[in-house]
């Protein structure tokens, strides 16, 4: 039995045909948590959500979600979930407003509370001033962002966000990203968010999952999952140009080269940061003068590399 | 490049069930059911038909013609939404190339639907009274009201870009069909003015002339006016097509 | 309970608020069956003084009575391509979603279509009446109409929403269609029964449809109704569809939305 707005998932699983989109997958989200599901294309985070929100039976497993199971429950889930799918689903003949009051009515909320509602939820993700403009002439940013008050309407405790900043720009982005927090932090909302971008999932998940082809591949929170996997990278530009090609070979000693902008040399410190000590006394050994000195923190797409063995596809971060 | 456009239209036509099955089956069905709802009616003082099947049997031939019509024009708006036109117009093929190759594609499904009614006319006892030369006449004029048809629903279709508008035209196929002489001869309307509404509906005459081949044999003055709008019709709307096709082909 | 009507009363809201708004949808539905009426009605009146052709209310309302069903049916097959259109385009998601009872969400669609056929169906009898139409119904004989409209409208879109439901797709267009007109044009509709020829003859005469378009002239024509035939075949049949359409719900859920 999954807490009150919590999520468990035990061994979940959902094959089309003779693809296994999702390959028993195991997890459990805390109330108030925001949890990150992170993975390349295809890797079945559309599935789980879609399961997960009751629009799609598992093939096998089982999974409660609000303290429901999702496969003989359904109506109970739905009562507690709010979900901005991955496509949109609005309809380009009506206004934001007949959006937000139709969603209202869906939910079955009480008619008085309807319209303070939908003020409310325009202001916020500010589309007041387009609220009475049909959806087919909204930008791709502001169908998200409909979308997401659309998932607000009732108050739901749990919010499924798939995908949530695909095409916004930075600036939207970061709204988005305020707003989700500001969500769990106030109002004790449970997130779950999928995304392709680690920065993402660094910046606004409290625990992350990552998931690959079907199968969670690595979980656990952003720093203890670099801290588990990946190690820092050691970036020298020394005082003397001349000395580039001596540096690379001193610190090749301490771990593979990784690159480096021209004049400077890098590697990944196979002993972690507790090996830099050592590399500052090799150098000073060998009389190289250090002009500049930085060592950068593992990122998520290190343990994505180190789990998978392959490189998450868009890198291109803002 | 014609005739690969042609056989482009033509397979595109005729691999999709729901552009063949309406073109043959739906007709067929209209006159199994009207001739067996209907067939009191032949008994009216003054029926010309001593069956109500050989009178009938001419509506499918304008049926096919406003089939035509759709499918044509849906096919050059799709081509126009999904770029195809486009791309089309970065070589060096002629519009009117496209548009004879979609008309031509059109107008063959036309004819093997006129060969389908005819011979399932047949069977059920249809005989023609203009003689074997008459047979052939009306596969003419089935060819001629593809070609009539299927000119107006591509200008249609070029003009708006937008397969829903063309489907949206359907109604008219009712509108044009019922509100003239398809189902009873104009002398025979007790109602003045639905008489006068079929006698200015230009399907009205279209029917008339290839139901006399049917019915009397070589009737000019029930062919002519047939003719004469299938002619002009031809003519005007082929070139309202071919002038959209030239503006959504510009080139710079 | 509050629940499931609110979910119903807004899926119906939308339906009706579209077709409302844009007459590129409603001059279809308004229209159609006044073609109908017109060309039959008006066309075809001197096939009423065929020999053996018996009915007291005269060709317009003989016609009338068809073309009555006909729009009523057709309101509800009109019902079934939103549906197909909502499950193409995915906003049925947003429905599936939100909609903690999914079944308000087939009342609600119904619930649009008798809207929508309470319109069309009204118009087309002004027009009637004010263009000549003389029925002898009695007041309960309107209301019987009333119902039988309602039970038409309610089986033909029933049916629909289970073919869209399980096809989800605008191309099963055909599929809603072409059955309603089928079985609509396979009963009496020129002329009574008795006097339609050949294997239509046979079909018109277990086509349950003739039951409800002989009840309808009947009750246009104030004559006497064998209500359990007519309502009996009307429930019936909206029954039948009403657990097709449920199934058809299911199957939309298993396979995803
Ligand atoms: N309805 C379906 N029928 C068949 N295969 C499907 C279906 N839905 C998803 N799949 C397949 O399941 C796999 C996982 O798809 P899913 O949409 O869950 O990926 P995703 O992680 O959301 O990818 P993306 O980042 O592209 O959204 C893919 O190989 C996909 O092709
Ligand atoms: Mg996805």
Not at chain 1, 128 to 139: E, F, K, L, N, P
Not at chain 3, 15 to 29: G, R
Not at chain 3, 131 to 153: E, F, H, K
Request: charged share 15%.
């Amino acid at each position: 039995m999954a807490p009150a707005s919590g999520i468990e998932v035990e061994n979940l699983q959902r094959t089309f045909k003779d693809l296994t989109a999702v390959d028993g997958i195991s997890f459990a989200i805390e109330p108030g948590e925001i949890f990150g599901f992170l993975g390349p294309n295809g890797a079945g985070k559309s599935t789980t959500v879609l399961m997960l929100t009751t629009l799609l039976p598992p093939s096998g497993g089982r999974a409660s979600v609000a303290g429901f199971d999702v496969a003989t429950e359904g109506p109970d889930v739905r009562r507690h979930i709010g979900a901005a799918l991955q496509e949109a689903a609005l309809d380009p003949l009506l206004t934001g407003r007949e959006h937000l009051r139709l969603q209202a009515s869906l939910q079955g909320l009480a008619k008085q509370t309807r319209d303070a509602r939908t003020v409310e939820l325009l202001e916020r993700v500010g589309l007041t001033d387009a609220a009475d403009r049909r959806v087919g002439g909204y930008s791709g940013g502001m169908k998200r962002r409909l979308d997401l008050a659309l998932a607000l309407v009732h108050g739901p405790s749990i919010l499924f966000l798939d995908e949530p900043t695909t095409g916004l720009d930075p600036q939207s982005r970061s709204d988005l990203w305020e707003e989700v927090s500001r969500l769990a932090r106030d109002e004790g909302v449970t997130v779950f968010l999928t995304t392709q971008y680690l920065e993402e999932a660094d910046q606004l998940a409290d625990r992350i999952a990552i998931i690959s082809r079907g199968s969670i591949v690595a979980e656990g929170t952003p720093d203890a999952l670099k801290g588990e996997i990946g190690r820092p990278s050691l970036e020298v530009v020394p005082s003397d140009a001349a000395d580039r090609e001596r540096l690379a070979q001193v610190l090749s000693e301490f771990g593979p080269a990784t690159a480096a902008p021209t004049g400077a040399a890098a590697v990944r410190l196979e002993a972690g940061a507790d090996g830099l000590a050592q590399v500052v006394r090799r150098l000073d050994a060998e009389g190289i003068g250090l002009n500049t000195f930085d060592l950068h923190a593992p990122t998520l797409d290190d343990v994505f590399l180190a789990k998978t063995g392959e490189r998450l596809a868009d890198e291109a971060v803002a | 490049m014609t005739s690969d456009l042609a056989r482009r239209a033509l397979l595109r036509t005729l691999r999709q069930p729901a552009n063949v099955v309406p073109v043959i089956f739906f007709p067929m069905l209209l006159v199994a059911i009207n001739s067996a709802g209907l067939d009191a009616a032949s008994e009216l003082p003054g029926f010309p038909a001593d069956s109500y099947l050989d009178f009938i049997i001419a509506v499918p031939f304008i049926q096919g013609g406003l089939f035509a019509m759709l499918n044509a024009g849906t096919d050059l708006a799709t081509d126009i939404e999904s770029g195809f036109l486009r791309r089309l117009a970065l070589t060096p093929v002629r519009g009117t190339s496209l548009l004879l190759g979609q008309v031509a594609g059109v107008v063959a499904l036309s004819l093997v639907a006129a060969v389908v009614y005819l011979t399932v006319g047949f069977i059920a006892g249809v005989t023609v009274a203009a003689g074997p030369a008459g047979v052939v006449a009306l596969l003419v004029f089935a060819v001629a009201i593809g070609l009539m048809f299927s000119s107006i629903g591509a200008f249609v279709g070029l003009r708006s870009g937008s397969p829903q508008t063309v489907q949206g035209f359907f109604p008219l196929f009712f509108v044009l069909l019922f509100l003239s002489s398809a189902n009873l001869p104009r002398d025979l309307m007790e109602q003045d003015w639905f008489a006068t509404v079929a006698g200015l509906n230009p399907v009205s005459y279209l029917i008339e002339g290839i139901r006399s081949l049917v019915v009397t044999g070589w009737d000019p003055a029930a062919l002519w006016p047939a003719i004469a709008i299938l002619v002009v019709g031809t003519l005007v709307g082929g070139a309202a097509a071919a002038h959209a096709m030239r503006t959504n082909l510009v080139r710079t | 309970m509050r629940e499931f009507s609110s979910t119903a009363r807004a899926v119906a809201w939308r339906s009706l608020h579209i077709t409302f708004t844009n007459p590129a949808l409603l001059a279809p539905a308004l229209i159609f069956p006044l073609m109908f009426y017109v060309a039959f009605a008006g066309g075809l009146s001197s096939v009423g003084d065929l020999p053996g052709f018996e009915y007291s209310a005269g060709y317009d309302t003989f016609q009338f009575g068809f073309v009555l069903l006909q729009a009523s049916a057709f309101g509800g097959v009109f019902s079934g391509f939103g549906i197909a259109a909502d499950f193409e385009r995915g906003f049925a998601r947003r429905y599936m979603l939100s909609a903690p009872r999914r079944e308000a969400i087939i009342v609600g669609y119904l619930l649009g279509a008798l809207g929508r056929a309470a319109i069309t169906t009204s118009l087309l009898t002004v027009v009637a009446l004010v263009t000549g139409m003389r029925p002898q119904s009695s007041a309960a004989d309107v209301a019987g109409l009333v119902l039988l409209v309602a039970l038409t409208c309610t089986a033909a879109m029933l049916f629909a929403c289970g073919v869209a439901m399980r096809l989800k797709t605008v191309q099963a267009g055909p599929a809603m269609q072409m059955p309603v007109f089928l079985v609509l044009f396979l009963a009496p509709v020129f002329v009574p029964l008795d006097l339609v020829a050949g294997w239509v003859h046979g079909v018109a005469t277990v086509n349950p449809v003739t039951a409800l378009m002989t009840g309808g002239r009947d009750l246009l024509a104030g004559e006497a109704v064998s209500e359990l035939l007519v309502f009996g075949t009307a429930i019936a049949l909206a029954g039948g569809f009403a657990v097709w359409a449920l199934r058809g719900l299911r199957s939309a859920e298993r396979t995803g939305s």
